[in-house]
């Protein structure tokens, strides 16, 4: 599947904000990566979504085991190419501000093609390639809706994590937006611009989990709605 | 199935299936309300399994308790087996060697008995249902009974290693492979280039309630014991497989002669012998003359329909090896760090995808890896025991038989839909 710019349930002016989630479905590519060279030739041509998948998607699983490396790409530099320098200069993927999986396939071959150019070329062990996978996403209805913004604090709180992952992570890379979606709807529908702007500039890879991306939101959303009642904002 | 008495007695009952209802306790109430919705978006309803056999095998046992839960999803969800006469497996086990393998072993006559066999089956039995599920390569000729000019999908399900096949038996099955709408492997690796029909990735699963997998009384597994005269007080290091010269019985023996020598520890090696593979009576014979002399080795043959017995022995265990060479899934991993146990495995087949180097197990690649990594697990109890926690929180989210269902179901609403995102209506309130 093709990242698009717009999935028909995005946040919108005058609708309430409604939860989804999202569950995944991985196709296999039959393209395997058996050195670095490999690596970027594939890379270069991979569908987006196989950049979402190996980039952003395994931070679903990280409550699961403390990973050293958080993403596919960086754990297989480190655990298969034992390529701890490269590993690390694509471990950390902040979610572009624009240009959506495009502009992190740019970023990420301009850091491994710089690492081309001094590296011994060895092809690893049978078995041990980078498997190139794109997902597909299922969008579910999870029955919250939130009217305000009172209660799309509360609709965060009582979100799943696969709710919490989708319209922080996945709409937005799927939509291109700078915006999440709790941002965007906040923007669109109140005047709580500065609290759109905090949501905004989370980072969910520099997150452990996706519990602490949530918690983080609820604490933004905390501190914003004392400032209100106190009158600073 | 079995039930307990009080004292860690065995009644036996027929082998059952569960309800969802039951999974909830074990995957949580969101993952079974998904099943739900997500099935409820299926407007073709109709489902057919079809395989080769209806006893014995991984892939019977997985339909045999998958089946019925589709069914309690609302689909209208069979499973049927073709026929097959003696030159038609036989056909079917080469293939099967060759595809996994890479052997160029199989005659013309295989060709031609499979041909045959398969217009027989064509004739004989109907397949017909908006989904049609063909597991494995013995069946696969039944896509001819696809309609034309109609909304049925055809999937072909493939529970074997086929990455590097021989290629006369590859060219000869992708003719089949390449009518069908899409096609399912377990493993990233055993992805094919050469197919131009979609390819989707479904790892097997185990099934948390079944007999193999299910909590056990003490009692009980302190009874196993005591049957197979090991010591409860020792260090226990078990692998459970077939003889098979892929799953390197005699690399375990020898890991184990040098990890014993430092520690005093038993080792359990115990499989089932096939009638119809001569190969497993040479292998046991082998395994039976590196073991002799050592009464800290124990080589056990254990009879079909032993569930029990297996889990117990994975229970009791310190480590579990399953030190392949040559690996389909290998789902005993996913039952082993199920029970949380440490796991040090061979680095081949679906292994890698259940363990994760150093942090859900180990992998390896020697019998000297093995042994450092026993050494390494028994005197670091608090490590073999993150590696077991972890183990079994991974299994849980992806190895267990609700993830299998739940992949299947969006495979069948991701078939039918154009949107490049789907969005479900949510469920229906009674």
């Known amino acids: ?233 | 199935m079995a039930e307990f008495d009080d004292g860690g007695s065995v009644k036996m009952m027929p082998q059952k299936t569960h309800k969802l209802s039951e999974y909830a306790l074990i995957v949580g109430e969101q993952v079974i309300a998904d099943l739900h919705t997500i099935a409820a978006n299926i407007e073709q309803k109709s489902v057919v399994h079809v395989n080769s056999t209806k006893t014995g095998g991984g892939v019977a046992e997985i339909l045999f308790r998958l089946t019925p839960l589709m069914s309690e999803l609302g689909l209208n969800a069979s499973w049927d087996v073709i026929r097959g006469d003696q030159s038609f497996f036989e056909a079917t086990k080469t293939f099967h060697n060759a595809l996994q393998t890479g052997m160029k072993i199989t005659k013309q006559k295989n060709f031609e008995d499979f041909e045959r066999k398969t217009a027989e089956n064509l004739r004989d039995l109907r397949v017909d249902a908006d989904t049609v599920f063909i597991h494995d390569p013995q069946p696969a000729g039944m896509i001819a009974q696809r309609k034309l000019d109609s909304d049925q999908k055809w999937i072909w399900r493939c529970h074997i290693d086929v990455s590097n096949p021989a290629s006369d038996v590859w060219s000869f099955f992708a003719r089949y492979i390449n009518k069908y709408d899409a096609s399912i492997f377990s493993a990233p690796q055993f992805g094919r280039s050469d197919l131009q029909i979609p390819q989707f990735l479904v790892s097997p699963s185990i099934d948390p309630l079944a007999d193999k997998n299910r909590e056990l009384p003490q009692s009980y597994i302190d009874r196993v014991l005591s049957k197979y005269a090991l010591k409860a007080e020792k260090p226990l290091i078990t692998q459970i497989s077939r003889f098979d010269y892929a799953k390197d019985p005699i690399g375990v023996i020898e890991a184990f002669k040098i990890v014993s020598s430092h520690i005093e520890s038993e080792l359990v090696l115990g499989g089932s012998l096939a009638d119809d593979d001569p190969e497993g009576l040479e292998v046991h014979a082998k395994v039976l003359k590196a073991a002799e002399g050592r009464k800290d080795i124990h080589v056990l043959l254990i009879p079909p329909f032993s569930d029990l017995e297996i889990n117990a022995l994975q229970r009791a265990s310190t480590i579990v090896l399953q030190k392949s060479v040559k690996e389909g899934f290998g789902l005993t991993v996913a039952e082993a760090l199920w029970k949380s146990k440490p796991v040090i495995a061979g680095a081949t087949g679906g292994i890698p995808l259940q363990i994760k180097n150093g942090l859900s197990g180990y992998l390896v690649h020697t019998v000297e890896g093995a042994a450092y990594r026993m050494h390494y697990l028994l005197r670091n109890p608090d490590v073999a025991e993150k590696l077991g926690r972890y183990g079994r929180a991974n299994v849980r989210q992806n190895f267990l038989i609700t993830r299998q269902l739940m992949d299947y179901l969006l495979l069948m609403i991701s078939l039918r839909r154009k949107e490049l995102v789907p969005i479900l209506a949510p469920p229906r309130v009674p």
């Open chain 1, 1 to 233: 599947m093709t990242a698009v710019a717009s999935i028909s349930n995005e946040p919108s002016r005058n609708s309430p904000f409604v939860f989804f989630k999202a569950r995944y479905i991985v196709e296999l590519t039959g393209k395997r990566a058996a050195n670095l060279q490999d690596f970027v030739d594939y890379l270069q041509t991979a569908n987006k979504s196989s950049i979402f998948y190996h980039i952003y998607h395994p931070l679903l699983d990280s409550h699961l085991v403390p990973y050293e490396f958080p993403n596919d790409f960086s754990y297989w530099f480190s655990d298969t190419l034992q390529d701890k320098d490269l590993a690390e200069q694509v471990a950390d993927f902040e979610l572009p501000e624009s240009g959506g999986l495009e502009s992190v396939r740019r970023i990420l071959l301009s850091r491994i093609e710089r690492a081309l150019r001094d590296r011994i070329m060895y092809d690893v062990r049978p078995g041990s390639e980078f498997n190139f996978l794109n997902c597909r996403v299922v969008v579910i209805p999870t029955g919250i809706v939130a009217k305000n913004v009172d209660e799309l604090a509360d609709g965060i709180s009582e979100a799943s994590e696969l709710s919490i992952f989708y319209h922080m992570v996945t709409s937005r890379l799927f939509r291109e937006s700078r915006y999440d979606d709790f941002s965007q709807w906040i923007i669109q529908n109140s005047t709580d611009t500065e609290l759109a702007e905090d949501i905004r500039a989370i980072d969910p890879t520099t997150h452990v989990n996706v519990k602490s991306i949530q918690q983080e939101v609820m604490k933004i959303f905390q501190r914003y709605m004392k400032q209100k009642s106190f009158g600073r904002i």
